[in-house]
Structure formats: structure tokens, C-alpha cells
């Protein structure tokens, strides 16, 4: 048990810095887009993805990618990296959507 202690002071108490806050606020900020997509998908009683989920995902993964640059982790860089092309894309097709039919 005395391991365990040692291991969960290490990782939360020791490690705490500006980097660990930032990373806690991008997460967070990550995390927010599920609630928004949940929430947006109950108010109509079927699954939808909201044009905020997409800003969410922008948010948090391009705080989560300044975070893993910082920690130096390359699978971490590369997942965020990839996903936020993903994220720019599906907003540009939306708002290209819009831009040729205003009612949407």
C-alpha cells in the first residue's frame, strides 16, 4: 500500500506545474465536447453532433497537443496533430454547407 502512495505522489503531487494545470484545462476542455453532444442529442432524442462539438475538439486538442510537445511524447503528438485536420476539416465542410444552403 505504502507503493501506491508513493506512486500517486509522485504523479500528483510532485509533477504539479504550470504544464500539469494546462494539460488538466485541456483535457477538461476535450472532455466538454462529449457533454455538448450528449446534451445537443437529448434535446432532440437522436444522435447528433453540434457545430460546438467540433470548436470543443479544436479547443482541447490544440491545448492537448501543446501539452504533449511540452512532455515530448510522440504518439500523444501525433494522435492530436492528426485529429485537429480532422476537427478543421469537418468545420470547413459545414460551414461550406451553410455558405450554399443559409436554411441549415
Not at 24 to 35: E, G, P, S
Not at 46 to 66: C, K, Q
Not at 69 to 85: E, K, N, W
Not at 90 to 101: A, H, P, Q, V, Y
Amino acid at each position: 500500500m505504502t507503493a501506491l502512495f508513493d506512486w500517486l505522489n509522485t504523479v500528483f503531487i510532485e509533477q504539479f506545474n504550470f504544464w500539469i494545470v494546462l494539460g488538466f484545462i485541456a483535457q477538461a476542455l476535450f472532455m466538454m465536447r462529449f457533454v455538448i453532444q450528449w446534451i445537443a442529442s437529448e434535446r432532440v432524442g437522436r444522435s447528433i453532433v453540434p457545430v460546438a462539438f467540433w470548436f470543443f475538439s479544436i479547443g482541447g486538442g490544440s491545448l492537448l497537443l501543446v501539452y504533449a510537445i511540452q512532455r515530448q511524447d510522440p504518439v500523444f503528438i501525433a494522435g492530436q496533430g492528426l485529429g485537429l485536420i480532422i476537427y478543421f476539416r469537418n468545420l470547413w465542410l459545414i460551414f461550406k454547407e451553410k455558405r450554399r444552403d443559409p436554411t441549415i
